[in-house]
């Protein structure tokens, strides 16, 4: 079977994915990037920490790469005994362009992994059900996580500034200005409200969807 259109498919939506978690930072002051915005410390930059450590492990270790070891020596937070959710946060050490950096790098190795191995390539992830894989099942794999954490940075971007989209060259939102954006919002409330019962009903509106820095222009659609 000829893979070239199907692998190089794949890669394409993970490229994009890829660029959109990065493109998520744009605008972003240091403190911003980093901030917790949920209850489980989710942050822009942590984000793409974690996909940095994701595409080590499973496009290094998992086909015996070379760089996935030496990568491995140079960071210890991507290590079995480093403490939990090291890789979901960066230190005030660690630079916007440490980080960036890194991801960037990691996706030059696992680039050449995908476009050196054949998909039914065989690899070994041991904490998985099924240790034996694939590369097909790997950049699956990492395709969907890397968007799922894409739409995770998309959230965590509105709620810091308001700001939302798609991509940078397309924010894939309808062309409406700020009016719209809060009535839409109330009349989702309200449906709530009445599919709740009534002790849901009667309750104050409780403000816009963009906690944590006061009131934010709705109309502010795509990130900068």
Known sequence: ?????????????????????????????????????????????????HMAANEIGYFGWTF???????????????SADAEPNADLWAT???????????????WAHADATIEELPLDAPGHVPHWTRHEVTLHQILLHVTAETH??????????????GAVGLRSNGDNMPEVDADWWEGYRARLDEV??????????????RGGPHRGTGPVEPSRRVSS
Not at 64 to 74: D, M, S, V, W
Not at 148 to 161: C, F, K, N, Q, Y
């Open 1 to 49: 079977m000829d893979e070239t259109k199907p692998k190089a498919d794949l890669r394409r939506y993970l490229q994009e994915a890829r660029d959109t978690l990065l493109w998520k930072l744009d605008g972003l002051s240091e403190y911003d990037i980093r901030r917790p915005m949920t209850g489980t410390g989710t942050n822009l930059l942590g984000l793409v920490k």
């Open 64 to 78: 015996g790469r070379k760089f996935g070891r030496e990568l491995a020596e140079e960071l210890p937070w991507i």
């Open 92 to 106: 005030a050490e660690e630079s916007r362009e440490d980080i960036v950096g890194l991801y960037r790098r990691v």
């Open 148 to 161: 799922r954490h894409a739409g995770h940075a998309d959230i965590v971007r509105e709620l810091i500034d």
């Open 192 to 205: 709530a409200r009445t599919a709740g019962g009534p002790a849901h009903r009667g309750g104050p509106h």
